[in-house]
Each structure stands twice: as structure tokens, then as C-alpha cells.
């Protein structure tokens, strides 16, 4: 199971932390990321990492304002948002998969979905 929270409506450049609470087992291969999904517009790879993997993977339009970061003991993962633009305006959801050879930058090889957050900024 997993809930995500964090999310709000916020100016261009504001900055926004979003939190996953991951319930049930990881394992070392295991895979958790974070997605997002604007109006009208398919599912978006935002950020994601292998569990045991200290680098996790940015799409383009993220890399060097999002940060990826995870607490094993709370078995929870953050992705903090800075400098966001309107065009980073959707719902984010974080998900998480079984160990798989898959990318971990496809939507559909993730197992298990959170509820989604919205994020809205405005210029």
C-alpha cells in the first residue's frame, strides 16, 4: 500500500516536498517511483529508484529541480520540488513494483499505486 502526500498549489518557483508511506515488504530489487499526469495527457516518469540503489533516474524536465530521496527506516520516499513551473502542474502518484528487468521509467511495469496528489503552480 502506498499514500502519498505533499501536494498544494503553489506560485513558479515555490518549492513543494512530497511524501510516500510504503506498507508491506521491499525487496532489494524492488523499484519505487513517482509519476505524474496532467489533464488530457498520458502517465509522465518523473523520478525512480531501485530500493537497494543509492542513484535514482530523473526524466529531462525534472533532472536538477527534483530530488529523489528515500528513509529506509520509515520506509518512506520524498521527492522534493524546486522551482517548479506550471508545466509541472498534475496529480503525482508514487508507485511501487516487484523486482523486475523492466525500466524503471515505464509506467506499466510499476505494481502498486498511490491515490495521487494534485500539485498546481500558477505564473
Known amino acids: 500500500q502506498l499514500q502519498a502526500s505533499g501536494g498544494g498549489s503553489v506560485q513558479t518557483g515555490d518549492s513543494l516536498r512530497l511524501s510516500c508511506a510504503v506498507s508491506g515488504r521491499t525487496f532489494s530489487n524492488s523499484a519505487v517511483g513517482w509519476f505524474r499526469q496532467a489533464p488530457g495527457k498520458g502517465r509522465e516518469f518523473v523520478a525512480a529508484?531501485?530500493?537497494?540503489?543509492?542513484?535514482?533516474n530523473y526524466a529531462d524536465s525534472v533532472k536538477g529541480r527534483f530530488t529523489f530521496s528515500r528513509d529506509n527506516a520509515k520506509n518512506t520516499v520524498y521527492l522534493q520540488m524546486n522551482n517548479l513551473q506550471p508545466a509541472d502542474t498534475a496529480v503525482y502518484y508514487c508507485?511501487?513494483?516487484?523486482?523486475?528487468?523492466?525500466?524503471?521509467?515505464?509506467?506499466?511495469?510499476?505494481?502498486?499505486w498511490g491515490q495521487g496528489t494534485q500539485v498546481t503552480v500558477s505564473s
Open positions: 508507485a511501487a513494483r516487484r523486482p523486475k528487468t523492466t525500466s524503471i521509467s515505464l509506467a506499466f511495469s510499476f505494481d502498486y
Open positions: 529508484s531501485i530500493w537497494s540503489s543509492s542513484t535514482p
